[in-house]
């Protein structure tokens, strides 16, 4: 715990970018660090207290000590590297595994925008300003990215992991998942997600950082449903 002390957190509740470093702080046994929850909704991520961390005004903005780690997958590869002896091992050794984990983390960020092109464009552009060519087209790519995902997970022994044990990809990929749920994916047009998912929602890193809003309202909404 003395060490999560000199670490602290500005995040906004359900990104995935910040859910995934809380992820693996709770699997690296780091509780107790200093965090702050701010909302994308009031523009908090834009303030003066994030522009200082991280210029680009995004979260999550994470400093341990003087050194600062605003994007998720480089500050869940520190932790993970700087507290290897500590908590869950997140990186495998066999190379094979390590191989399929590294491929499946960088994978999982091109998952993240190309939810994003879809969830964020539907729900913040006004209806009479968005192109539906753009909606097409965006549809189209998510459709065909959760398409590949569903076939890895095909290959993956039944109640598994991405790589192996659970593993930074799964900390990386779970967040993106849990959120294409959240908005609607449709459970009967992806299995083998919808399992994973179920598989890994309660484990405890991930109940323990699981979004408040979306305990408190477990209705999501239907952005997704006819994808």
């Given at each position: 715990?003395?060490m999560?002390?000199?670490?602290?957190?500005?995040?906004?509740?359900?990104?995935?970018?910040?859910?995934?470093?809380?992820?693996?702080?709770?699997?690296?046994?780091?509780?107790?660090?200093?965090?702050?929850?701010?909302?994308?909704?009031?523009?908090?991520?834009?303030?003066?207290?994030?522009?200082?961390?991280?210029?680009?005004?995004?979260?999550?903005?994470?400093?341990?000590?003087?050194y600062?780690?605003?994007?998720?997958?480089?500050?869940?590869?520190?932790?993970?590297?700087?507290?290897?002896?500590?908590g869950?091992?997140?990186?495998?050794?066999?190379?094979?595994?390590?191989?399929?984990?590294?491929?499946r983390?960088?994978?999982?960020?091109t998952?993240?925008?190309?939810?994003?092109?879809?969830?964020?464009?539907?729900?913040?552009?006004?209806?009479?300003?968005?192109?539906?060519?753009?909606?097409?087209?965006?549809?189209?790519?998510?459709?065909?990215?959760?398409?590949?995902?569903?076939?890895?997970?095909?290959?993956?022994?039944?109640?598994?992991?991405?790589?192996?044990?659970?593993?930074?990809?799964?900390?990386?990929?779970?967040?993106?998942?849990?959120?294409?749920?959240?908005?609607?994916?449709?459970?009967?047009?992806?299995?083998?997600?919808?399992?994973?998912?179920?598989?890994?929602?309660?484990?405890?890193?991930?109940?323990?950082?699981w979004?408040?809003?979306?305990?408190?309202?477990?209705?999501?909404?239907?952005?997704?449903?006819?994808?």
């Amino acid at each position: 715990v003395s060490m999560a002390k000199s670490m602290s957190l500005l995040w906004g509740a359900g990104s995935p970018p910040c859910w995934r470093v809380m992820i693996t702080l709770e699997e690296k046994k780091l509780q107790g660090y200093k965090h702050k929850l701010l909302s994308f909704e009031k523009g908090e991520h834009k303030s003066q207290e994030v522009l200082e961390i991280n210029p680009r005004g995004q979260l999550p903005a994470f400093k341990h000590g003087d050194y600062i780690l605003n994007e998720s997958t480089g500050a869940c590869l520190y932790l993970e590297n700087q507290f290897k002896s500590q908590g869950n091992k997140l990186i495998p050794d066999s190379p094979a595994e390590q191989a399929l984990m590294y491929q499946r983390m960088m994978e999982g960020l091109t998952l993240t925008d190309k939810l994003n092109s879809v969830i964020y464009y539907e729900w913040f552009v006004p209806e009479d300003e968005r192109h539906d060519s753009a909606v097409k087209r965006n549809r189209e790519a998510l459709a065909a990215e959760l398409k590949l995902w569903e076939g890895y997970l095909q290959t993956v022994a039944a109640g598994s992991y991405l790589a192996g044990a659970f593993s930074l990809a799964d900390a990386i990929v779970f967040p993106n998942i849990a959120y294409a749920f959240r908005f609607g994916l449709s459970v009967g047009h992806y299995p083998k997600l919808a399992k994973y998912y179920s598989l890994l929602r309660n484990r405890p890193s991930i109940k323990a950082t699981w979004p408040p809003h979306w305990l408190a309202s477990p209705q999501g909404f239907d952005i997704l449903k006819d994808l």
